[in-house]
T-cell receptor, first 115, second 113 residues
């Protein structure tokens, strides 16, 4: 299995531009998590889905952020318009809720820089 | 989810056991203890989890106190590649909750030659 796949790995954009981050879950997994990591705030959970349904989006910073799961194996995190304070590493993780312990598998991350 | 407290940093000599403590005094009866680690520039990696019994796998051992208010992750023979930030997390593990995690600041373990 290829593991969780994220793209792009690096993104540099200018303030005000739309940014779309992508994530492909591990085959057979049914939960998807988006995290953001910065030096100041550490690793923060933004939103998570179970069976394509958003369960908790209380970590999403503001309306500029939106996340979707158009199908069971793929998710996008969109920032529109982007701001310099959005610069961070964004991770997605997947898990299978059929197990007793919900181990999460993380992707390699997308490093976003907003100028 | 219960809050955890970990020392910010620890050193360990290569080849020796690394013992990483975690306090979780407000843990609930249905909350598991999970450990993840994050090697520089990579995504976090699952290590081990437990409810109340001690657990061991190919990576590490987890010792949970009888009152479940603290635990220790043990890397029996630390190598330079074990240098990472180690996160202790407590959370419920039921289907409907979908495994939401709250990562704290973790412990930065530095393994020295």
């Amino acid at each position: 299995d290829a593991g969780v796949i994220q793209s792009p790995r690096h993104e540099v954009t200018e303030m005000g531009q739309e940014v779309t981050l992508r994530c492909k879950l591990i085959s057979g997994h049914n939960s998807l998590f988006w995290y953001r990591q910065t030096m100041m705030r550490g690793l923060e959970l933004l939103i998570y889905f179970n069976n394509n349904v958003p369960i908790d989006d209380s970590g999403m910073p503001e309306d500029r952020f939106s996340a979707k799961m158009p199908n069971a194996s793929f998710s996008t995190l969109k920032i529109q318009p982007s701001e310099p304070r959005d610069s961070a590493v964004y991770f997605c993780a997947s898990s299978f809720t059929g197990t007793a312990y919900n181990e999460q598998f993380f992707g390699p991350g997308t490093r976003l820089t907003v100028l | 989810d219960a809050k955890t407290t970990q020392p910010p940093s620890m050193d360990c000599a290569e080849g020796r056991a690394a013992n990483l403590p975690c306090n979780h005094s407000t843990i609930s009866g249905n909350e598991y203890v999970y450990w993840y680690r994050q090697i520089h520039s990579q995504g976090p990696q699952y290590i081990i989890h437990g409810l109340k019994n001690n657990e061991t796998n190919e990576m590490a051992s987890l010792i949970i106190t009888e009152d479940r208010k603290s635990s220790t992750l043990i890397l029996p023979h630390a190598t330079l590649r074990d240098t990472a930030v180690y996160y202790c997390i407590v959370r419920v593990a039921v289907k409907v909750n979908a495994g939401k995690s709250t990562f704290g600041d973790g412990t930065t373990l530095t393994v020295k030659p």
